[in-house]
């Protein structure tokens, strides 16, 4: 195993952990509000501890109740509340499916390519075969090994 799959292989592991520890969903008026007022925080200790003003601190919890905040600021917030930020981008299918899917899209869309340009010359185009599907895999597999970032290309 190269130095690159092995990456690969140890990204997915670590996000299909966190896939299987799913977070709780954002509460309605987001977790700056919901935090701060389970603590007993009002609004202007918040805002002291941030070195704004009351309705600033209310508009912070307003930004990130409605994905209008930035990391930088929400970490920020999180750090006055006395708590970590945890961000992760949690893929929906392991990694190494989703590489394998688009090189098989890619392997099909040469083969296609392949196909209308024999059609135009009037050569016979082979119907789908066993054959078929396994040349299809080797070319995407060989696109695998060799786009390197031009996979998504």
Known sequence: MNAKELRLA?????????ASHPL????PAGWLRAIREALGMTS???AERLGVT??????????EAV?????????RVAEALDCDLQYALVPRRPLREMRWQ???HLAQQWQQRAGRT????????????AAAN?????????????SGTRLWD
């Open 10 to 18: 140890q990204m997915d592991a670590v996000l299909q952990d966190a």
């Open 24 to 27: 709780p969903p954002r509460p």
């Open 44 to 46: 202007g200790v918040l």
């Open 54 to 63: 009351a309705s600033g601190a209310r508009k912070l919890e307003q930004a």
């Open 67 to 75: 994905d209008a905040i930035t990391l930088g600021t929400l970490r």
């Open 102 to 104: 688009q090189a098989l």
């Open 118 to 129: 024999m059609a135009l010359e009037a050569q016979p185009v082979a119907s789908p075969s």
């Open 134 to 146: 396994e040349r299809l895999e080797a070319m995407a597999l060989e696109i695998l090994h060799t």
